[in-house]
């Protein structure tokens, strides 16, 4: 099986750093774990330690193909990010940055949270979040209907 990490544009060395660590390793490997590709940003982590097979990348124009091939994507607490993790309706643990000032993150990954759609953690938590979740998705994201925005769109602007 294969997860995927992803700090999207953010600066998150502490999410990228601790996924390489023995101890989370350690409980992706027991649960059946054997690849890990992490879309890193700036950071530059130590995989030399890590017991799965591990790619690493800085940033690339889609990470669309690398959230379809996993089967438990690990992210920032991005909008954007989240959202289409959730379209793809793949696992996703959604780790807040504590360090941010202001976090609407918290805010968003409780919403999701409560909904069943993630599964959410700090990086201090997020060992026992990964040893305890189910490996599949708890509820479906609703569809969005994409005219919803372009019929208001086209209201406001008296066109309709």
């Not at 879309?39 to 990470?63: M, T």
């Not at 807040?96 to 700090?122: C, F, I, P, W």
Request: proline content about 3%; charged content about 25%.
């Amino acid at each position: 099986m294969r997860v995927f990490v992803t700090v999207g544009t953010t600066k998150f060395d502490d999410l990228v750093h601790v996924m390489c660590t023995e101890e989370i390793q350690n409980i992706l490997s027991e649960r059946g774990f054997t690849q890990m590709t992490i879309q890193s940003g700036k950071a530059k982590p130590d995989v030399r330690g890590c017991k799965l097979e591990v790619d690493v990348y800085d940033y690339k124009s889609s990470i669309l193909e690398d959230m379809k091939e996993a089967d438990l994507i690990v992210s920032h607490a991005g909008a954007g990010t989240c959202l289409e993790v959730l379209e793809l309706n793949k696992k996703l643990i959604v780790v807040v940055n504590d360090r941010l000032m202001d976090n609407h993150q918290t805010e968003l990954a409780e919403k999701l949270g409560e909904g069943g759609y993630v599964e959410y953690s700090s990086v201090v938590t997020l060992a026992s979040v990964l040893k305890t979740c189910p490996l599949q998705p708890q509820a479906s994201f609703p569809k969005t209907d994409p005219a919803l925005f372009s019929n208001f769109l086209m209201k406001e602007l008296n066109m309709i």
